[in-house]
């Protein structure tokens, strides 16, 4: 058993999605399907499933899954990937790690629906109720490239959930509830399903250990985040992570639907009357449409910081792998170059005011943006630049800002050649 490769969130994380009956132990991996007749032998094969046996048994041996390409991709290029965080984090040492069958993870971010009221550009109807309503509407969008039929078919109807995973899922929970350290619940939107709030009055008095973490768009009713606000004594503590790509009308092209002015507000209201166990970071999922703005995004971060104090965190962002044709990797490589330049200069200029990681996940972008990385399936670049344009000529209709208005001259010159 030699660990070369060993990731300690293949045991210690669960990522849940119920109202697909999905499972994985890493937010890169795509998931996979948690059998049926495992879950009725064995709750615990809501994390557990014979096929995360099988990877971990990998692992211990020192090989590299396959489904942890991007991070093994990363450092065969000298970059660091999150493998590193999560060694951090979990503990850097397999022993004592085995294939239990009955291990309690220690982190859960779970999804309970697709109730959602944004059309974020890289998202779709599994993950947005809204991305529902646009394909009932439009029918399939044609796109050679979309191999996981992202914008051809609706994958769930809005706010469904597996009656079967939801019912295990409550069973489950109280067997678990004292070992689990992390619970971060995620969408669609959060603050708009009643399972969460249903969660929400769950843990109400009897959870002083849990950190809670939410991932929400905050373009949502002030009604909500002061109903939120009024849980904050029932656990250790609550961390909002707020999903923003930009700022101003360029965040709003890049998520079809949000307002940012009710965004900031939404912030600012969390952050000036929720107690001190009460925070509060900015995420971004990295694309070839927002990366224009991702410095923009950074900075916002550091304003609200000066605002609010520490109760703001590092700033972070994750590069997307799919849909391919949103990569920002689809770039010529001068655009590339130059973003990649001008994020450096602003995160040198700015470096005595960024904290823990924030560092690292600038420098990871922009490492991203200047080498060749290799994608996961092995695409055309003419086939996924012709699906751009064609995915953009329905996306802007949903979107009361004009692409002229918000991108390089070269870079829309670009698009349509």
């Known amino acids: 058993m030699t660990g070369d490769f060993f990731c300690p969130a293949k045991w210690d994380e669960l990522y849940l999605y119920l109202h697909h009956g999905l499972s994985t132990s890493c937010s890169h991996p795509l998931p996979h399907a948690i059998p049926s007749d495992e879950l009725k032998d064995n709750l615990f094969a809501l994390h557990n ?4 046996l099988g990877v971990r048994a990998e692992m211990l041996a020192g090989k590299r899954p396959k489904e942890c390409h991007m991070c093994w991709h990363l ?18 040492d397999p022993k004592g790690y085995t294939l239990d069958p009955n291990y309690k993870p220690k982190m859960i971010e779970i999804v309970f629906d697709n109730l959602c009221n944004l059309n974020c550009s890289y998202c779709d109807s599994g993950q947005s109720s809204s991305w529902s309503a646009i394909l009932n509407r439009t029918g399939p969008w044609g796109l050679e490239t979309d191999h996981r039929h992202l914008y051809e078919k609706i994958h769930i109807k809005p706010g469904t959930t597996k009656e079967e995973y939801l019912n295990a899922w409550n069973e489950w929970w109280p067997q678990i509830k004292a070992n689990v350290v992390k619970l971060k619940i995620s969408g669609g939107e959060p603050l708009l399903s009643p399972s969460f709030w249903k969660t929400m009055d769950g843990l109400q008095g009897n959870s002083p250990h849990l950190e809670l973490s939410i991932n929400s768009n905050m373009s949502v ?9 009024s849980y904050q004594g029932s656990i250790k503590s609550m961390n909002i992570t707020a999903s923003i790509d930009a700022v101003g009308p360029l965040a709003e092209f890049c998520r079809a639907g949000l307002d940012y002015d009710l965004f900031l507000d939404n912030v600012n209201t969390w952050l000036g009357q929720s107690n001190d166990n009460c925070t509060l970071w900015l995420q971004s999922t990295v694309n070839i449409l927002n990366v224009w703005g991702l410095k923009d995004k950074f900075q916002l971060g550091l304003d609200l910081r000066k605002k609010h104090g520490s109760k703001v965190g590092p700033s972070y962002s994750t590069i997307i792998r799919m849909p391919e044709f949103q990569s920002m990797m689809l770039l010529p490589k001068e655009m590339r170059l130059r973003i990649s330049q001008d994020l450096y200069d602003w995160s040198e200029e700015n470096s005595h005011l960024l904290i ?6 600038i420098y990871k972008t922009v490492k991203g943006l200047i080498m060749e990385l290799k ?7 003419v086939a996924l630049k012709r699906d751009l344009a064609k995915f953009l000529t329905r996306y802007s209709l949903l979107s009361k800002h004009q692409m ?12 349509d050649q």
């Open 375 to 381: 994608p996961v399936n092995d695409l055309d670049p």
């Open 356 to 361: 823990g990681w924030e560092r690292n996940m």
């Open 75 to 92: 450092e065969d290029k000298g970059i660091s990937s999150d493998r590193f965080e999560q060694l951090k984090t979990w503990g850097s």
């Open 49 to 52: 499933t014979k096929y995360k």
């Open 404 to 415: 002229q208005d918000l991108y390089p001259k070269d870079f829309l010159d670009w698009l």
């Open 221 to 229: 009713s002030p009604d909500n985040i002061s109903k939120l606000i």
